[in-house]
């Protein structure tokens, strides 16, 4: 089936080690989500790429970063984690639609971060 | 900045009850409205959206959605639900900004809803 994989499903690193989160889809969607979702929050959108355009969201931390080598793939680095960043991460994808409609975005299970 | 607000972040019901959860969002302008489920272990699955027309809309497992623009409000419906109906809800929003759709939802809290047997 296709999907949207994210790897791995938990992912436990020390503070200030950077880690790297990875995403692919079988989609072959243009578009392509990381959201953060913290203990009994709302996900929150950190950035996407429209192809290789990369889209920032203006209160996302410069310690994130990411990366998208080709349409299958999408990485989130995170240059020095701090304990405040343990949470969910969701990867989403979506193929951008002209006009007025906006197409559903499929979420990935999601990788759960633990900082120590 | 658009922000979601779901009223009810833990509801318990027993099978055949009737359901609502409430939605309403701070945006002004045009928007998507979507409804997403999330079963225990499994990832966001979308129920359903609104984009224009008929301001009730049907999604799957028996969910509908009304959309109230004067009430900025996008309410959960279901008649009669079922205990695999457990799952974690969650309101979301698009605003369609001049020039063209913008990327990214704005999602409420969620609700956690328990069905018992």
């Known amino acids: 089936d296709a999907m949207v994989i994210q790897n791995p499903r938990y992912q436990v690193t020390q503070f200030g080690k950077p880690v790297t989160l990875s995403c692919s889809q079988t989609?072959?969607?243009?578009?392509m989500y990381w959201y953060q979702q913290k203990s009994s929050q709302a996900p929150k959108l950190l950035f996407h790429y429209y192809d290789k355009d990369f889209n920032n969201e203006a209160d996302t931390p410069d310690n994130f970063q990411s990366r998208r080598p080709n349409t299958s793939f999408c990485f989130l680095d995170i240059r020095s984690p701090g304990l405040g960043d343990a949470a969910m991460y969701l990867c989403?994808?979506?193929?951008?639609?002209?006009?007025?409609?906006?197409?559903?975005?499929?979420f990935g299970p999601g990788t759960r971060l633990t900082v120590l | 900045a658009q922000s979601v607000s779901q009223h009810n972040h833990h509801v318990i019901l027993s099978e055949a009850a009737s359901l609502e959860l409430g939605c309403n969002y701070s945006y002004g302008g045009t928007v998507n409205l979507f409804w997403y489920v999330q079963y225990p272990g499994q990832h966001l699955q979308l129920l359903l959206k609104?984009?224009?027309?008929?301001?009730l809309v049907k999604g799957i497992k028996g969910f509908e959605a009304e959309f109230i623009k004067s009430k900025f409000s996008f309410n959960l419906r279901k008649p009669s639900v079922q205990w695999s109906d457990t799952a974690e809800y969650f309101c979301?929003?698009?605003?369609?900004?001049?020039?063209?759709?913008?990327?990214?939802?704005?999602f409420g809290k969620g609700t956690h809803l328990i069905i018992q047997p």
């Open positions: 989403a994808t979506r193929e951008r639609s002209v006009g007025r409609s906006y197409n559903e975005q499929f």
């Open positions: 979301a929003v698009n605003p369609m900004y001049s020039g063209g759709g913008a990327d990214g939802l704005t």
């Open positions: 609104y984009f224009s027309g008929d301001p």
């Open positions: 989609l072959n969607h243009n578009v």
